[in-house]
């Protein structure tokens, strides 16, 4: 099993954390690193499952999916407790027929703990996959044990420490010394538990049935060698070990050399000694332009960050729906939805701030106190309108006054800002499995715990009344079948990043995917109107899966448009022989597409 010391190392080599991160980290008490380090928000739990799972090249179990796991009794039974406590791991499922059993352990790669199963289970093959130290811990509680609070004082450990967490954050803005600005260079798979303990393996996988196969995901590790990680690591001085694969060896990717802050600030860039403001001369910054380019790098920092993905630019599009209704328009609309994009920037992610969350815990917020003004912080030189930064700087503002900073109240606090607070509460709700309830709401409920805020004076009720219109039509057009679906199918996410703003704008839901496998997963259990997709696509391309997708009698007729950087004249020919309603060739104007899109959806109904 790999030590804290040898993880520490790797995680700083890869730049996922920086020495002072982890110092505080190890300093921290109460459980491991990998817990030390969640809680003190210097890396995120997906993060450090995905630079695992790399690394056993195996897939994982998220604690969220662990909190929610369905384990018949007789599959624990296969395994007593002691031993589970011991070793730190936890049976999920049990294939009868293949008498297979699959776990979830902290080393997938212990073939020592694979024989002690098999020989305590009595089962002729194991599976193991990868969890985290403290979730399996809290799994054995709450299954072994029946302590249905096992995880909520689980996630009550991981949030309590926001002294350390803001000590954390603030070197990350200010701490120029640490070496940083690594990123993690590969992917990583995931298991979800179904309800009936069926693991489903990562999203692409049943897909890649429907597709008639030819893509195999890696398979957990069930056999070779045991490979001790810190003595590997030593022995490799420094560098990531090699895992054995049917294939052969990999090797992790080494971090790129001269990647550090210092480097960076050696560098020769010419300096302009006062920069424009942004509109302060008509004519000389589009302002429009800068709006839409910094909602495509927000939601490119947002991307893979589960529920927050895509966060702001729903926020965003809410909140222009609401100032529409008000007549808002010209520069304050702009100003409006630049604000909106920014209002999170450079926030801890969890847990996420707004005003709901601001009442329910104290923790978050004397968090908020300490970063409500962040996102101007970091954006200080671009010298914006002085409309956004008291719009981004008063989002915590409650209508009574005692919201954060706590400066303004009522109708002194922007109209923006009031649309923003609303907005985000009502998105975090909808979409944070981890808000202060608990749980997701559905709209409607999600609308009605705002409306019960607003009666402690925490939103303004003419805002709450705009939202609760907003919802309601969109739910009544959804029911309808008023807003069409599309399906976009893109493996580069710049590309997609503007498209799927401009489709979300135009009143479109819009259900993005990087492989077909995935995409075969939507289109059969989702409601698709019409599909938008690239060619160089995997386990296969454009042209394969439209093939795929005309000889299924249940999408045979679906609407289907090429958005492609292949612009021979031989593909295009054959995007129109296998179907497709329209070849269209990167680069391409996304107004242009959205106008095609719009007259295809009506010409159909």
């Known amino acids: 099993m790999f030590d804290d010391q040898w993880l520490a190392a790797q995680l700083k080599a890869r730049g996922l954390a920086t020495q002072a991160q982890l110092?505080?980290?190890?300093?921290?008490?109460?459980?491991?690193?990998?817990?030390?380090?969640?809680?003190?928000?210097?890396?995120?739990?997906?993060?450090?499952?995905?630079?695992?799972?790399?690394?056993?090249?195996?897939?994982?179990?998220?604690?969220?999916?662990?909190?929610?796991?369905?384990?018949?009794?007789?599959?624990?039974?296969?395994?007593?407790?002691?031993l589970c406590e011991e070793n730190i791991l936890l049976p999920v499922r049990c294939d009868k027929q293949k008498s297979e059993l699959?776990?979830?352990?902290?080393?997938?790669?212990?073939?020592?703990?694979?024989?002690?199963?098999?020989?305590t289970s009595g089962v002729k093959e194991v599976k193991t996959y990868l969890g985290l130290r403290?979730?399996?811990?809290?799994?054995?509680?709450?299954y072994y044990k029946g302590d249905i609070h096992a995880f909520a004082r689980m996630d009550q450990s991981l949030r309590q420490n926001y002294t350390e967490l803001m000590s954390i954050y603030e070197q990350r803005l200010i701490d120029f010394d640490q070496e940083d600005a690594g990123q993690l260079q590969a992917g990583g798979g995931g298991i979800a538990l179904s309800a009936d303990d069926t693991p489903l393996e990562i999203t692409h996988d049943p897909a890649a049935a429907a597709l008639g196969g030819g893509y195999e995901p890696a398979a957990p590790i069930v056999t070779g060698p045991h490979q001790t990680m810190p003595q590997q690591a030593r022995a490799s001085s420094g560098g990531l070990p090699a895992v054995s694969t049917k294939s052969g060896a990999i090797r992790l990717p080494q971090p790129p050399p001269n990647a550090d802050l210092e480097s960076l600030m050696r560098a020769q860039v010419p300096r302009t000694p006062t920069p424009p403001q942004l509109g302060a001369r008509p004519g000389e910054v589009d302002l429009e332009s800068?709006?839409?380019?910094?909602?495509?790098?927000?939601?490119?920092?947002?991307?893979?960050?589960?529920?927050?993905?895509?966060?702001?630019?729903e926020v965003t599009r809410l909140a222009t729906l609401l100032a529409e209704r008000v007549g808002l328009d010209g520069e304050g609309m702009l100003s409006l939805r630049l604000a909106a994009y920014l209002h999170d920037l450079g926030k801890p992610p969890d847990p996420h701030l707004t005003l709901l969350t601001l009442e329910a815990m104290s923790e978050a917020r004397g968090l908020a106190s300490k970063v409500f003004a962040t996102p101007m912080k970091l954006l200080e030189v671009a010298r914006l309108p002085a409309e956004v930064e008291r719009t981004v700087t008063s989002v915590y503002e409650r209508i009574d006054g005692h919201g954060v900073p706590g400066k303004r109240f009522g109708r002194e606090i922007p109209l923006g800002a009031r649309l923003i607070g609303v907005v985000d509460a009502y998105v975090d709700l909808t979409s944070n499995p981890r808000t202060p309830g608990g749980r997701t709401e559905d709209p409607e409920a999600a609308v009605q715990r705002i409306r019960e805020a607003t009666g402690r004076k925490l939103f303004d009720p003419d805002v709450v009344n705009l939202l609760q219109q907003v919802i309601a039509e969109s739910v009544r057009q959804r029911l309808l079948g008023g807003r069409a679906n599309v399906l976009l199918i893109d493996s580069d996410l710049g590309s997609t990043t503007v498209l799927e703003q401009k489709l979300s704008y135009a009143g479109y839901e819009v259900r993005v995917v990087r492989t077909t496998a995935e995409a075969a997963l939507v289109v059969l259990s989702e409601k698709v109107d019409l599909i938008?997709?690239?060619?160089?696509?995997?386990?296969?391309?454009?042209?394969?899966f439209l093939e795929r997708l005309r000889a299924d009698p249940r999408t045979q007729a679906l609407p289907f448009i090429f958005v492609s950087e292949r612009a021979d004249a031989e593909d295009v020919n054959r995007g129109f022989?296998?179907?497709?309603?329209?070849?269209i060739v990167k680069p391409f104007t996304p107004e242009v597409l959205v106008a095609k899109l719009k007259r295809v959806l009506e010409q159909r109904r």
Do not use: C, M
């Open 290 to 313: 800068f709006v839409q380019t910094v909602g495509v790098l927000v939601s490119l920092i947002e991307s893979g960050q589960g529920w927050r993905q895509g966060h702001s630019a």
């Open 532 to 544: 938008l997709s690239e060619v160089r696509l995997e386990p296969v391309d454009g042209f394969v």
């Open 577 to 583: 022989e296998l179907g497709a309603l329209d070849y």
């Open 102 to 119: 699959s776990i979830v352990a902290v080393d997938p790669s212990d073939q020592g703990l694979r024989e002690l199963v098999l020989r």
């Open 134 to 142: 403290y979730a399996i811990e809290a799994a054995i509680r709450r």
């Open 23 to 82: 110092d505080a980290a190890q300093r921290r008490e109460g459980g491991d690193l990998t817990q030390n380090l969640v809680a003190t928000g210097a890396v995120q739990e997906a993060d450090l499952l995905k630079f695992l799972g790399l690394l056993f090249q195996t897939r994982y179990v998220t604690t969220e999916k662990l909190s929610s796991a369905k384990i018949p009794q007789w599959v624990l039974d296969l395994l007593p407790l002691k």
